[in-house]
């Protein structure tokens, strides 16, 4: 069975951090483009980071540059995204995906509440 399994959501206050986990199974990561889409009450999914499988090239989604960190660990089989500095706006669900040409999976998303 193929899947994604996110982690490490959770409630933090502005400021903080939170480390997003996303791990495969039933299929491997390493000979895919994998990144995070979020998505706020009310809000269109967004596509905030990736790292595309031609070259490992990583892209940001402005509003989080230089405080999110997208890496893979291709030995555990896991996506992760550092979050740091966390704003009231980054409030939402995040899902993990990971793609090849013609076919994408998704996670089933992990919430994210930025509050004091």
């Known amino acids: 069975q193929l899947q994604l399994v996110e982690s490490g959501g959770g409630l933090v206050q502005p400021g903080g951090s939170l480390r997003l986990s996303c791990a495969a199974s039933?299929?491997?990561?390493?000979?895919?483009?994998v990144g995070w889409f979020r998505q706020a009450p009310g809000e269109e999914r967004e596509g905030i980071s990736s790292i595309d499988l031609r070259d490992d090239s990583i892209y940001y989604r402005d509003s989080v540059k230089g405080r999110f960190t997208i890496s893979r660990d291709n030995a555990k089989n896991t996506v992760y995204l550092e979050m740091n500095s966390l704003k009231p706006e980054d409030t939402a669900d995040y899902y993990c995906?990971?793609?090849?040409?013609?076919?994408?999976?998704w996670g089933q998303g992990t919430q994210v509440t930025v509050s004091s």
């Open positions: 039933g299929f491997t990561l390493d000979d895919k483009t």
């Open positions: 995906y990971a793609a090849i040409p013609g076919n994408v999976d």
